[in-house]
């Protein structure tokens, strides 16, 4: 009689160590299918492949590249309306930015239990490493993470498991605890040297993490939007609006997005029936967006700020269209603003 | 037998790939679905998901600034 294989889903961001750790399982006979959460944050080469200047360079989706190495399928879960509960009021607390790295790894968790139970899987994998960045990856927080999200024991983190009591599918003999490993530290030679002997050559390393969450200047703009908007709330539109383009605020409620180059130009022209739009039109220069309810001295300041980014930002004078979502428009001509009309304190 | 249509256009990756994978969820395999996108990177995408889902590829398309992708779903 043949025993059937036990069935795990494994947490796919993209990256090396969630590569790593279910090919671990898979080379121990799990039957193994991938999951990966998109919660609107996170950052993906097509993100950045909205930048004309980026286009050269692969536009392939890391977690959907890494399950095909696998030959696993590959299960991608929009959790963006849910996952706005985990950003606005994380039990843990945020990182150094905007991040809530734990409450994020227990709800991913959760979600993954939730979806094993549902499919009759029988445990999770993921990559984690103790030690490694972010928060969520320290011993004392392996267990809040088992426990709050309720996979319990059905949790195996094969690349750091021989460091942490034996799970439901080591003791059920599911997987074989002696080929497992022992990996701590903040190091990344262990994985990339395990990467070397299963034989993966090429895979993504992001340099700062796979959420735009942990950036900075991503979170700035994200809590500008929430003090403008006297609340934490947003779309998802508003998250992938904030990581486009040059953003201005000159005053509370009126806030200007300008396209750094011709493809950011034209994803934002997707939103031109949702906002006010302006560009240059006697001088080759950026769509700009304006986000708030806005007075005319808004509008002709917003046209002289655009124009400072246009070919014209020389001249006496340049001529914007302005046109409303309906589709109408009119004309201004202004004079750019130089650079030290604009305070630093209007740059987001 | 018409296409069945999903319109991801002014989507990012990976919302075009959910959206073609929660329609062909309720799909019948050989019944075809037509994704029409405006993020070149579905061109990738979507036949990555197909190749490790079990879905054809029928073809591929750019045309201005929108890119088509029709698939025949398979055995799930």
Redesign the interface.
Known sequence: MTIPKAKAVALISGGLDSLLAAHVAIEQGVHVEGINFFTGFCVEGHTHAIRKQDRSKPKRNNALWVAEQLGIKLHIIDIIEEYKAVVFNPRYGYGANLNPCLDCKIFMVRKAHEWCLKQGFDFIVTGEVIGQRPMSQRKDTMPVVSRQSGAEDRLLRPLCAKNLPPTLPEREGWVDREKLYDFSGRSRKPQMALAARFGFKDYAQPAGGCCFLTDAQYSSKLADLWRSRGEKRYELDDIMLLKVGRHFRPKPGFKVIVAREEGEGKFLQGYRKQFLSLSTTSHPGPLALIDGEVEPADIELAARLISRYSKGRNEEKVEVEVRQPDGSSHQLRVQPLAPSDIPEAWHL | MSNIIVDAR?L????P??RV?DCVSTLDAGELVEAVC????AL??IP??C????HRVVRTQEKD?EYIVVLEVGEL
């Open positions: 002014g990012l990756c990976p919302m790939v959910i994978q405006s993020d070149p990177g990738n995408d990555a998901w190749r490790i889902n079990g600034d």
